[in-house]
């Protein structure tokens, strides 16, 4: 994707955000107060971010296998590792670390974003290497500094397995074998779709769903022009951008990495240089560190990052304060990330 100037970006933010145009400084207060009489007409008609929805249900034992090979040690070439090891779902689908700790304690090259909504995603992986979550199965288990798999040996270890054997014949009529452990985790990751958060709520007509901090803080998400690339039902995930379209992001952090570079590390092309896919922000106060590098340790400071070095703005405390009040309004919950129950293969 090319994108066009600098403030080209930060005006299409404005635009999408509407009629709600951008406040500045001390006329933030005032400028909400008339915003927010607007809130009640405008909590059910078109905003930027929309609820979620679960998607379309998949087979059951498709399902449930997908749920077990998820959490399946087995896939990772000495047994110590499974997708759950860095894609942890009572942990916001990711494992808290800057970098995951793969096989045999190595150390990955870059932060794991969540699997929660991944399905929604335009792209899997922060440089959209894989276009289905089927094609991004081969990436953690081949991936040295991570699973470390192999698939012959993986197909072989299932099908020594009784329960795996059943459990592959109830799914797809058929032995263990590689493209059946791609259909079944993905099918298992299209269910974890995270459902009523209090946004949601709101959007739909639950005026109370929502603290006043909360509102305001919306507005200004939108009036800044963060909603430029936080849209959607995933609010954001659904495009890619340069990280730094203010500044040079990497040249002020330093100590560039091949993994900083993005979109060109697929595309070899220049202007995908430190182009990445917009992260969602769905359940974000749940996936610190954030970035590709994990260099946010807190929300507060990831906000105040972006706005630095995506819109070129400088918000204080108080609107940083209220901006994360509404994203922890973007957590829901997820009906499908229980652990394997106690009849499914292990």
Known sequence: MTFGPARRLLCLGVAIAGSFGCARGSDDASAIRKLDRRT??????????????????????????????????????????????????????????????????????????????????????????????????????????????????????????????????????????????????????????TVDAPFDRWVRGDKNALSAEQREGYELFKAAGCVACHQGQNAGGNMYQRFGVFGNYFQDRGNITKADYGRFNVTHAEADRHVFRVPSLRNVELTAPYFHDGSAETLPQAVKIMAKYQLGKTLSDDQVTKIVAFLKSLTGRTLAAKAPGAGAPT
């Open 40 to 193: 009640a007409s405008r909590a059910t008609t078109a905003e930027p971010i929309q609820p979620l929805e679960p998607l379309p249900p998949e087979p059951e034992p498709l399902v449930e296998l997908g749920r077990s090979l998820f959490h399946e040690k087995a896939l990772s070439g000495d047994g110590s590792v499974a997708c759950s090891s860095c894609h942890d779902l009572a942990n916001g689908g990711q494992d808290g670390r800057a970098l995951s700790l793969g096989v045999a304690g190595k150390r990955g090259e870059i932060n794991a974003p969540t699997v929660l909504n991944a399905a929604l995603n335009i792209a899997q992986f922060w440089d959209g290497r894989a276009k289905t979550l089927e094609d991004q199965v081969d990436g953690p288990i081949e991936h040295p500094l991570e699973m470390g798999g192999d698939w012959p040996t993986i197909e072989a270890t299932l099908a020594r397995n009784p329960k795996y054997r059943s459990a592959f014949q109830a799914a797809f009529g058929a032995e263990p074998s590689r493209a059946g452990v791609k259909l079944a985790i993905a099918a298992f990751e299209r269910t974890l779709i």
